[in-house]
Structure formats: structure tokens, C-alpha cells
């Protein structure tokens, strides 16, 4: 649950979600789920020549299972905060 | 203050819980490899990683030579969420005993 | 909310909203949203397959105006590969109708997309 807690807190900020297609697609986070599934709006491809294939596309549903990255915004991250979440997520997960 | 508890590894995760705060290595599938500080990860192994570098590895045949061409492309990410089903190994900074 | 309910994902219209998905195989697919579950499978109606390439004819549209089984067999027809399916999606957006009606696809040029590798 760490990471879908914290993505929740991100809501409303740009983030570059990278795909395991290496479409990369730009865009404010608008909404996320327990799978992280990813809806985001306002949306760009970043190589728009490369891949023209969602030009008219300007909101979208990212399926969680094909995300290999997201770009955070550098004041997204609160490290001290993280370094918490993830102690206590070891603790309680095992 | 680290209890005997929490600095002892028992199960392969503890090696990473160890390794929070810490430059780590990470090699992915399709050829990626990260190198970065561990901020935050899951039993998934999804993890938030910090001035990473990413190095990725092509291999291409030449037309004429057929010869391997092996190329590596690097980038610098200051803040990466690594979702963990790509990872394959996942190394700790050397320490010296 | 969650990125599944209708409302967040915007499509209150169900049955007017025009989508674009891209298939894990690196198909793109635009047709009407008939509907959708959890696992994120679709219904799509007059859906067409948009098929991508960088030679002269660029890029050819397939016409289908059936729903989402007769588009299974046009795809397979087209693909000629039955063992990839449609079921797994890995990016659904809306499309914007008027964006997409200024769209020269006959002038578009791309590579197809690459299959998503796990």
C-alpha cells in the first residue's frame, strides 16, 4: 500500500509515466488505484514524431502492469517521509 | 539506533531494507540498469530511486560485417518510481567490514 | 477515486465516447466505448484498427462497423497471429474528435508500436 498511498499524495502533480513499450507519456496525475493503475490528463507523448499514434488523445488510462517508470516531480518526494513508510511497510509486511 | 533486530538479515528483503538511504544498483529487464539512492520500496520490489543513472544496452548487427555493435545510452533522472516487476537483481553498496 | 470508475475516467457517455487503446501487442484501436470492467476489458463498437508504418502508403485504415467479436476476427485476419488476443489493454484515453478529425492520417508516418514485454 506504500507506493499507492503515496502516489494518492501526488495526485494533481505532472509526472512522466515511462511504458514497457518505451512510450513515454506526459501528463498531470489525475487518479490512481490499488494495481496502480494511472489516469492522467492533459496529456503529450514526450517523442511526438516517433510516435504520433495518440495526438488526439489528451486524457488517458495507463494499465498499472505496463509502467517501468514514472518521472517524479523532485517536490513530490519527501525523503524522510518515504524512509518512514518503507520501515514501517517492512515491519508490518514481514 | 539500530537494534540487533533490525540490522540483522534473516530474509533476502532485509538486504535491501539495509540498504535504504544508500547508492544500490538495479538491473532491470530489457537490457536497463539503474544506479541510485534506495528511498523507498514494497515486497514488489517497486522502488523510489534518487539521482539515478540509467545505462541501457543495444546490441546491433552491422549490414556489411555482420559484427556485434554493442551500444550503451545513459541518462540522469533526478527522481524515478521503479515498478518492481521489471527488476531482476537488486545489489547493496560495498561496505567495508 | 480509483482510475476504473466511469466517472474518473471520464466517460460518463458510455456508449457516445469515442477511445483510443493501445494493445499490449502495440495494436491501436479506435471505436465507441460500450463498456468495461475492473480488469480494464473493453467493449468496443464501429471500432477500426489503426495500422502503422513508415513506407509510402503509411498508413491504412480498416473499416469495421461491428462490435467487439467480429473486430476479433478482423484483427486475427489481419494479424494472422491467434494466439494475441485483445484482452489486455495497456493504454486507454479519450479521444478528442475534433483533434483527431484534423489528423492527416494519410500523411502520418510512424513505426508501429512495440509489443509491451513484461
Known sequence: MLFFSYFKELVGKEVTVELKNDLAIRGILHSVDQYLNIKLENTRVVDQDKYPHMLSVRNCFIRGSVVRYVQLPPDGVDIDILHDATRREARGGG | MATEEESTVREPLDLIRLSLDERIYVKLRSDRELRG??????QHLNMILGDVEEVITTVEIDDETYEEIVRTTRRTVPFLFVRGDGVILVSPPLRTA | M???????????????????VI???????????????????????????????????????CHSTFSVFKLIILVFWIAVDSNSGIQIRSVVGELDEELDANLDLSKLRAHPLKPVIH
Open chain 3, 2 to 20: 480509483d482510475p476504473t470508475s466511469k466517472y474518473s475516467m471520464g466517460f460518463v457517455f458510455i456508449g457516445t465516447e469515442t477511445i483510443s
Open chain 2, 37 to 42: 539512492k534506495l528511498h523507498a520500496y514494497d
Open chain 3, 23 to 61: 494493445t499490449n501487442d502495440g495494436r491501436h484501436i479506435v471505436g465507441i466505448l460500450k463498456g468495461f470492467d475492473q480488469a480494464t476489458n473493453i467493449i468496443l463498437d464501429e471500432s477500426h484498427e489503426r495500422v502503422y508504418s513508415t513506407k509510402n502508403r503509411g498508413y491504412f485504415d
